[in-house]
Each structure stands twice: as structure tokens, then as C-alpha cells.
Nanobody, 116 residues
Framework: QVQLVESGGGLVQPGGSLRLSCAASRIAFSIYTMGWYRQAPGKQRELVASTTAGSSTNYADSVKGRFTISRDNAKNTVYLQMNSLKPEDTAVYYC??????????WGQGTQVTVSS
């Protein structure tokens, strides 16, 4: 079965940093667009950042300059480096892999809590 496993979430203070990882298996990782989404309680899931097979990147305006998405095709892993974290970044973060409109997969999510 296709599998995406997120890790790296936790509790951090405002201004702190965290790096999320998503390890993929049983997909042709290098041809997939990989993305990070997040969902806070009572809010809709939103795209945070994505990176294509050609390594083009896209970021939500709210995280530009603070977050960086990257991928390591040799390890089938995508990362999200999060710096200068704010309380409003608190959410469950989900990894997504998409090859076409009918081919996409989701991880189980990892909790990120930013609080003093």
C-alpha cells in the first residue's frame, strides 16, 4: 500500500523552529508533486507549501520567508523547515503526494503547537 508518514511535530514557543519530514513508500516519488497542508480546529485545510518534480516551489503568503519546502528524491522524503513560528501556525500538518487529479495520497498528520 502507498504510505506517507509524517514526523517532527511537537510543542514549540513562538519564534522557535521545527522541521517536519514526510517519508513516502510505494510511489514513484521523483515524479510527484509533494505538498504540506495544515488544518487548525474549526478551520478548513489549507495548502502551506508544495514542490513539483522539477523542484519548483509554491508557498502560502502567510508562511513566505519563514517556511522552506525541500525534497530528497534519493530518500523519498519531503521536508518542511519552519522558522519564526507563530501561534497561528498551530495545526495538524499533513503530507500530500499528487501525480494527477485522480492520483493523490495523504499522510496521517503531525501536530504542531506553537504556544508560550
Amino acid at each position: 500500500q502507498v504510505q506517507l508518514v509524517e514526523s517532527g511535530g511537537g510543542l514549540v514557543q513562538p519564534g522557535g523552529s521545527l522541521r517536519l519530514s514526510c517519508a513516502a513508500s510505494r510511489i514513484a516519488f521523483s515524479i510527484y508533486t509533494m505538498g504540506w497542508y495544515r488544518q487548525a480546529p474549526g478551520k478548513q485545510r489549507e495548502l502551506v507549501a508544495s514542490t513539483t518534480a522539477g523542484s519548483s516551489t509554491n508557498y502560502a503568503d502567510s508562511v513566505k520567508g519563514r517556511f522552506t519546502i525541500s525534497r530528497d528524491n534519493a530518500k523519498n522524503t519531503v521536508y518542511l523547515q519552519m522558522n519564526s513560528l507563530k501561534p497561528e501556525d498551530t495545526a495538524v500538518y499533513y503530507c500530500n503526494a499528487a501525480h494527477s487529479f485522480f492520483t493523490d495520497y495523504w499522510g496521517q498528520g503531525t501536530q504542531v503547537t506553537v504556544s508560550s
